[in-house]
């Protein structure tokens, strides 16, 4: 039977793409999800019909409780988490100056803490089996920076932080640690942009396409196989070279 994974945020999406790449590959996939139980519950009868062995899983990732309880469900149903996508994120468009107190901490707790929380709990098991796979998604704002995106890109920023220094603290280990940065990528999260901007986003994207959560799901695929043995601590950037 395969390795076990978890990917947090997979009820839609990059989230959703990547659970169902892993399953046909062959792995035992946890579905989290917080709010979008049916189409969580529609990914999860899919992957049974395809005779994948899954598991669905309601957890709000940025609540330590509520990690705890998932972490624990996921270890009784499909055994210890060989890897962790830490996927699960929110995103809004607003001028520095309109971020409230409240937004700035709640986008950290989802965006980052949910990371913390997640990793902290599956670690003792891969350091007890010195092997493991966390892959952490970014953006390319946390790169580059986005204007009206301050707050977004200050948290995806700090992704990128926590993987390198991870990277670095679990290597001896043998845990890799690694940062996917999508550019932009066709999925609810930019359902607010207009048809003029995402024509205006192709324009400014060398391979001239919008990705799709496939592109980020092969990614992540690989950063997770045993082909990604000697790279930790990296960013991967699957963004059509909009970012060079
Ligand atoms: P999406 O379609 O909006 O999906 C977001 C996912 O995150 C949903 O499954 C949602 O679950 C989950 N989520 C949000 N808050 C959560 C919480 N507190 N607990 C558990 N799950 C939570 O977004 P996406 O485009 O697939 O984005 C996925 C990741 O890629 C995010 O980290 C995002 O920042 C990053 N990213 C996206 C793009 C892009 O262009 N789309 C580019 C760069 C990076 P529920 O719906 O069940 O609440």
Do not use: H
């Not at 790169?143 to 890109?153: H, N, P, Q």
């Amino acid at each position: 039977m395969g390795r076990t994974v978890l990917v947090t945020g997979a009820s839609r999406g990059i989230g959703q793409d990547t659970a169902r790449l892993f399953a046909d590959r062959g792995c035992k996939v946890a579905i989290n999800y917080n709010s979008s139980e049916e189409a969580a519950a529609g990914l999860y009868s899919e992957l049974q019909t395809a005779g994948c062995r899954a598991m669905l899983v309601q957890a709000d990732v940025s609540n330590e409780e509520q990690v705890q309880k998932m972490l624990q469900l996921v270890n009784e149903k499909l055994g210890d988490i060989d890897i962790l996508v830490n996927n699960a994120g929110i995103a809004k468009q607003q001028l520095f100056t309109d971020i409230s107190a409240e937004e700035w901490d709640r986008y950290f707790q989802v965006n980052v803490k949910s990371m913390f929380l997640c990793t902290r709990g599956v670690l003792p098991a891969m350091i007890r089996k010195q092997a493991g796979k966390i892959i952490n998604i970014s953006s390319i704002w946390g790169i580059t920076g986005a204007s009206c995106e301050v707050l977004y890109s200050s948290t995806k920023a700090a992704v990128i932080g926590m993987t390198k220094s991870l990277a670095k603290e679990l290597g001896p280990s043998n845990i890799q640690v690694n940062c996917v940065a999508p550019g932009v990528i066709a999925t609810a999260m930019n359902s607010g942009l207009s048809q003029a901007d995402l024509e205006d986003l192709k324009d400014q994207t060398p391979l001239g396409v919008i990705g799709k959560s496939r592109d980020i799901a092969e990614t992540v695929y690989f950063l997770a196989s045993g082909k990604a043995d000697f790279i930790t601590g990296q960013v991967i950037s699957p963004n059509g070279g909009f970012l060079i």
